[in-house]
């Protein structure tokens, strides 16, 4: 049984990060997909509203072999990785950009925690430039963001600013 940690803020979760589940997938037996829950930040969504829109959009993909969890964390993603007793923690790797923090995390986690892999996923191209930053900001402005969010959370984003 391989079970991965999949974290993120998922503020909101888009078609990219669906992606790289799906990959994940392939190599996990289970996915847990961990919402950080971080005083620090403002989000456009609560814990609540991110976690059910991770529910709703996962529904396609619990129904294959892979189990996927979600779930909320805080503090240390080692100790919680630890904790869920799982191998790995999945991170999706966009552009080179995206690595050079990316090794910075996964190497401060390896050395508190040897035992939990860090596996690098790349999205397909065509979400190679998304992320949830970028998606609120644009539509916030009155862009177009079709294919790059699910349905379910485009009808929520068009909710929130109305
Ligand atoms: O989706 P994000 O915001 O890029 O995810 C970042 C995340 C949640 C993976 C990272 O901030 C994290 O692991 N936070 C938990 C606190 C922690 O363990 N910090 C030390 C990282 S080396």
Known sequence: M???????SFDPVTNGHLDIIKRGCKLFDEIIIAILVNPDKKPLFSIEERRAMLHEVLLPIKQQECNVIVEDFQGLLV?????KGADAIVRGIRAVSDYEYELQMALMNRRQEPRIETVFMMPAE???YVSS???????QLGGNI???VPDAVLSR??????
């Open 133 to 139: 930053r970028l998606v609120k900001e644009v539509f």
């Open 126 to 128: 065509a979400y190679s």
């Open 79 to 83: 100790h919680y990785a630890v904790q």
């Open 157 to 162: 984003m068009r909710n929130k600013l109305v």
């Open 146 to 148: 079709d294919g790059l």
């Open 2 to 8: 391989r079970r991965a940690i999949y974290p993120g």
